[in-house]
């Protein structure tokens, strides 16, 4: 809708109706944002809980785990050992690279 620029048939109702129809448009996109922030962290809730390193995950074998610290966790892997004496050293939260990690989870893992 394009407000009207002409003083002479501007006026106060068409201030009115102009400017609901911009809270309108804007109400649907609030609405729209909303929406697509519920479903990015339902997919995101969804990909961590198949994650099988993420403690908290069901995929994650529990009977697995060696020791437990603060931050991280060491486990045996759930597959074949690449050698002998492999293990997995894991953040307990789920973090997408070790290059991302804080410094205190990168010390402990250290």
């Not at 649907?28 to 997919?43: D, G, N, S, Y």
């Not at 961590?48 to 908290?56: H, I, L, N, R, V």
Request: net charge negative; hydrophobic share 35%.
């Amino acid at each position: 809708l394009m407000e009207k620029t002409d003083r002479e048939y501007y006026t106060l109702d068409d201030m009115f109706v102009s400017k609901a129809a911009k809270g309108e448009r804007s109400g649907e996109e609030e609405e729209r944002q909303r929406r697509k922030a519920i479903h990015e962290h339902q997919r995101l809730a969804a990909a961590m809980e198949k994650c099988p390193y993420c403690f908290d995950s069901n995929e994650l074998s529990k009977h697995l785990i060696i020791a437990l610290g603060t931050k991280v966790y060491l486990s045996l892997p759930s597959g074949q050992s690449l050698t002998e004496g492999h293990c997995l050293i894991a953040p307990l939260q789920h973090h997408t690279a070790a290059t991302l990690l804080d410094e205190d989870i990168w010390e402990e893992i250290q």
